[in-house]
């Protein structure tokens, strides 16, 4: 089973209330946030601006844990957001005594709201793929790889041999070894390890 992550395409920002009645009583709380996309292996960054507003607000930390909570259950497969910048722009409350919960809540359902807003996109394992060849194969080999959605990133020809260097989407590597070994007579090697996570297109 291949373990995707999930971020989002662009930005966006929402206001988002949380209310609770106990005994009557009405509490509430209310988180304002912006997302926008992070660089590739940045993970989650939260910037709690609100500060520069309000130094002295008293309950970023449950904001911050309602956010991290909602990242670990994207909007498209359920995998976690990653790679994903958060603004906390304001935050209110109406009653001291259940703010922590109010606000988390309220943070914990803005921020999925806002990345269903955002255009939610799937990333998938990029494996750092290492082939090395006779030069009789090379030209199929190739070919192969691009109709994998590889990526080539490095070719070195020997006088006989030639090693390929590509990223490689685990989605479309399952078989690969059984297929390299059709390609090549049998002949040809390769090596393949976990790189990094990234979009692919059609994907």
Same mark, same amino acid.
């Given at each position: 089973?291949?373990?995707?992550?999930?971020?989002?395409?662009?930005s966006?920002?929402?206001? *988002?209330?949380?209310?609770?009645?106990?005994?009557?009583?009405?509490?509430?709380?209310?988180?304002?946030?912006?997302?926008?996309?992070?660089?590739?292996?940045?993970?989650?960054?939260?910037?709690?601006?609100?500060?520069? *507003?309000?130094?002295?607000?008293?309950?970023? *930390?449950?904001i911050?844990?309602?956010?991290l909570?909602?990242?670990?259950?994207?909007? @498209?497969?359920?995998?976690?957001?990653?790679? @994903?910048?958060?603004?906390?722009?304001?935050?209110?409350?109406?009653?001291?005594?259940? %703010?922590?919960?109010?606000?988390?809540?309220? #943070?914990?359902?803005?921020?999925?709201?806002?990345?269903?807003?955002?255009?939610?996109?799937?990333?998938?394992?990029?494996?750092?793929?290492?082939?090395?060849?006779p030069?009789?194969?090379?030209?199929?080999? @190739?070919?192969?790889l691009?109709?994998?959605?590889?990526?080539?990133?490095?070719?070195?020809?020997?006088?006989? %041999?030639?090693?390929?260097?590509?990223?490689?989407?685990?989605?479309?590597?399952?078989?690969? #070894?059984?297929?390299?070994? #059709?390609?090549?007579?049998?002949?040809? %090697?390769?090596?393949?390890?976990? #790189?990094?996570y990234?979009?692919i297109?059609?994907?």
């Amino acid at each position: 089973q291949v373990v995707y992550r999930e971020t989002i395409d662009h930005s966006a920002s929402v206001e *988002q209330a949380f209310e609770k009645i106990i005994n009557g009583v009405q509490y509430k709380g209310v988180v304002s946030l912006a997302v926008e996309p992070n660089a590739r292996g940045q993970g989650t960054v939260i910037l709690p601006e609100l500060l520069k *507003q309000q130094p002295d607000f008293p309950f970023v *930390q449950p904001i911050e844990e309602g956010i991290l909570e909602a990242s670990q259950i994207g909007t @498209i497969k359920g995998f976690p957001i990653t790679d @994903i910048r958060v603004s906390i722009l304001s935050a209110s409350f109406n009653n001291p005594d259940f %703010a922590r919960l109010t606000l988390k809540m309220a #943070s914990y359902d803005g921020f999925k709201k806002a990345c269903v807003e955002g255009g939610p996109v799937l990333l998938v394992p990029i494996m750092s793929l290492t082939i090395t060849t006779p030069n009789e194969f090379l030209g199929e080999i @190739i070919s192969d790889l691009h109709a994998r959605k590889c990526q080539i990133t490095n070719v070195v020809s020997l006088d006989t %041999a030639t090693t390929v260097k590509a990223n490689a989407p685990l989605t479309h590597m399952f078989g690969y #070894s059984t297929d390299l070994r #059709s390609l090549s007579q049998g002949r040809a %090697a390769f090596s393949m390890y976990f #790189s990094h996570y990234d979009r692919i297109e059609n994907e």
